[in-house]
């Protein structure tokens, strides 16, 4: 071969392995390989054989077909096998949405198609779509018009607040900030990513346009004088909870927490307890001899009828809880979860023990949701981060499972647009909200809940009923 050795025939032939059935067959007897015939019986009946087919087997196997019983049709499934053709509605989010959504009915849309083409003008002959008007007037295009929070009716007239289930507050206050400030701007930076959203959610089940009404009153003016300011904020609070509406405040950083409870607790006939979701305990009296975004909940409980009993804490760790807070915490018997608390008992627990802490013997519920209490990862746009918070999808089923049982009011604080410019922070505190509201409707708390003759939804775990 003009290498200085020679090749047996043996070794001299090719393998190829895209050879034909009969080449390998001859190969085999060509190397001496052991090999069997399908004639004299094949060892391995249940492995692939490259040679002697049988002739009424496509695969190519030495055996015949075997008949296999057929399961494609509608309702034929194997013996336990463990995802059923149908779904049960009962037991399945998804096919039990899909039958909740030709329940929600579509006045709310009807509506608004109609107010846009009264007050938009409709739109030009060549455009074949009636429904679209030639000024942007509603929550159509996403990318147009005027941001209110979800596009919802800004309503310059605040005494009209009555007319509607729940009312958006700007709380543009950031002078209660302790490091970086710019939460000022968290009001302008959530409603203008807010027109990302429809008001339809699947999973839940519900269309906000269609269960409620929701307004947005604009922002509070807020002076920059820290007392000035906190009762500016409880003034305006105090008007919509008067009307027996349901406030939102997009804040603003946390130190609104307290002018916001104590626009509430007046209209509250017994005690108010707080659920608040924080990387921070925010409860030492003050800071930087102020009443700053650490000490809302030092103020808040001092409210006759809001006692410290009635507030936990979940989410709490890291290395931003001021000692003060802590003693504060301790001494007035408040509840306080940490992260790993959380992670070890699970979100579903960590709700129980909320809401038996919040309602013992309370008559109402404020919700107070810190972005910062999610991981610093997800919310960079936020004024105090800090690593090792909730996961986005841990923090949205909390707040649902806790809203579930009724709120009076609810606020979301730190969000910092200047820190985020993809706007992920705001974000969250528009998902918050979101969610929040869908809750409360899908447990007749807020609004109208369109009837229904599916089963309970199965997106959540009932809550335990305590015994009396």
Known sequence: MGFGHSHSKKNMVRRVRSASKKAQHGLAHLEEKEHHHAESGQPYPHLPSSHHPHAGHPAGYPWKPVAHPDYGGAGQVPPGHPHPEVFDPAIRQGAWAKQREKELGAKGWKDEVDRCLAYGLEAAPSVKDRTISTFARGELPHFAGINTFIKSHYLEDVNKVSQYDA????????????????????????????????????????????????????DVFTIANIEKGFDQISRAVAHVRSNNV?????????????????????????????????????????????????????????????????????????????????????????????????????????????????????????????????????????????????????????LRLVAR??????????????????????????????????????????????????????????????KK
């Open 405 to 466: 049982e009724g709120l009076c009011g609810m606020e979301v604080v730190e969000v910092a647009p200047s820190y985020d410019p993809s706007d992920m922070t705001a974000l969250v505190g528009v998902r918050a909200i979101m969610d929040v509201m869908a809750a409360l409707v899908n447990e007749n708390k807020l609004g109208g809940k369109p009837p229904t003759k599916l089963p309970p939804p199965p997106y959540e775990t009932p809550r335990k009923k305590k």
């Open 246 to 398: 349901f406030p939102i405040m997009l804040g603003g950083d946390h130190s609104i927490g307290y002018p916001d409870v104590r626009g509430i607790a007046p209209y509250i006939d017994g005690p108010v307890g707080i659920i608040h979701i924080d990387r921070h305990v925010d409860t030492q009296e003050t800071d930087m001899d102020e009443r700053m975004h650490t000490t809302p909940w030092f103020h808040a409980t001092n409210i006759p009828n809001a006692p410290p009993v009635n507030l936990v804490q979940l989410g709490i760790g890291g290395w931003q809880a001021p000692r003060p807070g802590v003693k504060v915490g301790r001494e007035r018997g408040t509840t306080v979860l940490t992260i790993d608390d959380i992670c070890e008992i699970g979100v579903e627990r960590a709700a129980e023990i909320a809401l038996d802490v919040a309602w013992k013997g309370a008559k109402a519920v404020y919700l107070s949701f810190d972005v910062d209490s999610l991981d610093s990862g997800f919310v960079p746009g936020t004024g105090w981060p800090e690593p090792g918070g909730f996961l986005p999808r841990e923090v949205l089923k909390l």
């Open 167 to 218: 009312a958006i507050i700007g709380v543009p206050f950031d002078i209660g900030a302790t490091y970086r400030s710019g939460t000022r701007f968290g009001p302008q930076g959530i409603r203008r990513i807010s027109a990302l959203y429809g008001t339809y959610n699947y999973e839940m089940g519900v269309d906000l346009r269609e269960s409620m009404k929701l307004c947005d009153l604009g």
